[in-house]
Each structure stands twice: as C-alpha cells, then as structure tokens.
C-alpha cells in the first residue's frame, strides 16, 4: 500500500473538470521573490526538471525585461520539452513583439481589475483599461499565440466589471482568462462564489493564480478547481512574491492522494525539483514544509518509531519514495529500545538487552545535554558501552 487517507474523503462528491492543466510560475513569478534572480544554466534546468516532472505549460520568464531574460526564454523554447512554454507580457506591443522573438508558444498578458488598481497604479478608467488589454490580446492571437489574460487583483475587483472584462476578452479570442487573487485576500469560499458567477456568463478556460498571504493559496486553488476553473498557477516550493505562490508539491499530491484526482505527473521527481529550487534560489527549504521538508518523514518518539517500523503508514499518509523522499529513523530523547536496535541492525552490531538498555539511556542523556544523535556520535556511544564495536 502506498497511501493510506481519511475514508471520509471518499463520502464527499468532488465535482473536478475532466482536465486540469497546471501552469508553473517557478521561473518568472517565483523569480519575483525579493533577492532571487537566476541564471540562465539554472532556468534551463528547472524547465527540464518541471518537464520531466510532466508539467503541461511553463512559464518561462518575462521577455521584455532584458535582452538577457528573452534570450534565456527563447533558448528554454528551442530545449525541444514537451511543456508548452508561455511567458508573460503587459499589455504593450513591444512586450509582445519580444515575446515573439523569443519562439514562446504563448502569453500571459494582464490588466489591473480593481479600482485599487486602476485609480492608484494604472490611473485608469475602467473604460480605458477594456480598451487597453483587448489590443494587446488581438495583437497576439493574430501572430498565432495562446493567449491568456490576467485580470490582476480580480479577487478585489467589482464583480459586474470584472464579467464585462473577461467577456470583452472572450469575445477577441482569448484562449483562457486567469483569475489572480494577488494579495491572497480571498477566502475558500469567497473564491467558490467568485468562479460559479463567472462560469454564469464566461464560456473560455479559467485559471486560478493564488497568492499565499494568508497561507490559503493552496486550498482556494482547489476551491476555485471545485467550482469550475481548469487550471491553476503554481510554484516549486511556494515561492514567489511576499508569501509566495500556491505550492506545486502540496496542491499536486494533495489532489492525487487526498482528492483522488492524479494528473498524471511523475511525483517522484518533486524532491529532486526542490532542491534544485532551493540551490539556486538560495533560499532553504524550512524542515516542516509539507511534502519536501527534511522533517516530513523522519521520526524520533519512541511510541511513532515502533509503529513506522511494523507499518510505516501509522504515521505517515503516504510512502515518501512518492516524491522522491527516504526514511529515516532520528535518534533522541524520545527514542526508545526498538529505535535503538533497528539503528544497530543496519550498522551490524548486535548487543545484549543489558547494553541495549544502556545504550538507549545514554542517547537520551546525550541528546538532552544538547548534542545531536549523528552516526559518529551513535558509534561513539556504542563504544562506550560495548568495547567490541
């Protein structure tokens, strides 16, 4: 058995659309996190790992940032993945035209929607900004792009405008419209409500881009997924702008093991693609971040140990070779015979339950004086108490 969850889940009906596409931010929204910038070697790696992954759309950069940025782009494109690549671009001829000259499949273009936005950043009418975005869209689909457009801060946007917005952009041909919830001020609910009224009247692909100021992008992902959109945003390790972005590892595995609705990616390269986020962004994965953290399958209580050895699923809801995770068995103050003796097993020394005892006295002492358990410290331990070792 690979996993083991709640049967509760499975007395809920989950009304999921048949396809789901997920579109990675990693390498342009993640890129936006304060002090982060990558290379070029770094981008073309992450974009093979999330291929490899399986990822169907990657959004590879903003190409209008710098002659750099679009070459970086463009040599992501002629990579030959599978993955769809788009990129971002405002709503500007000249940001298209290099989006263009760097051979993306498609676009995000995007539009302030609430009046926050316009009247304080765009200086913009409501009226000047459905003009404005609908040229960029046009301008796009007739070079043969995907194009989809972003209404920013939709999740603070009046309601009636926003349907106009997204209607206006149907209407010229877009490919999908993206409903960003920028500052993460939407609640599970606020955003089930905010998508059946948009399906009322909008008949194009949905997308949700959550944002993780409250530590909700996740689960309004899945709530916007629930009530009708067919694609979500998100980023290796949850990086991104302030808090970040909608997780890939905790949205992917938590549709596939807790939703049942597998995608179809090759999760057992999800460790291999944090840590290659990780190095090159510099920023390190926290020990309890779900589904890659260090700590998500080590186990130290003495009680948790001898059922993890009997039956790992007792304390874990799932096997970690899943994402590409190991095992492993800590030694501490909690720690107890079993733990012990499993750790001697795998070094090949066998004591009697006296020094057994002994020895497991001496971990908790060890540990309690404020040194960690390491395999040189075990040894030395092991030492003291039986001088054949």
Known sequence: MQYYVSPYNKEVKYNFPENIVIYDTTLRDGEQTPGVCFNKEEKLAIAHKLDELRIPQ??????????????????????????????????????????????VDGIITFMGASDLHLEHKLHFTREQALNTCMKSIEYAKDHGLFVAFSAEDATRADLDFLKRLYKKAEGYGVDRVHVADTVGAATPQGIEYLIKELKKDINVDIAMHCHNDFGLAVINSIAGLLAGASGVSVTANGIGERAGNASLEELTMALKILYGKDLGFKTKHIKELSDLVSKATGLPVPYN?????????????????DAVIEEPLTYEPYVPELVGQKRQIVLGKHSGCRAVKAKLDSCGVEVSNEELCEIVKKVKETREKGTYINDNIFKEIVKDVNLKY
């Open 289 to 305: 971040k779900p589904i890659v953290g260090k700590n998500i399958f080590r186990h130290e209580s003495g009680i948790h140990v």
């Open 58 to 103: 990657i959004e590879a950069g903003f190409p209008r940032v710098s002659e750099r940025e679009k070459d970086t782009v463009k040599s992501i494109c002629n990579e030959g993945l599978d993955a769809q690549i788009i990129c971002l671009a405002r709503t500007k001829k000249e940001d298209i035209d290099a989006a263009l000259d760097a051979d």
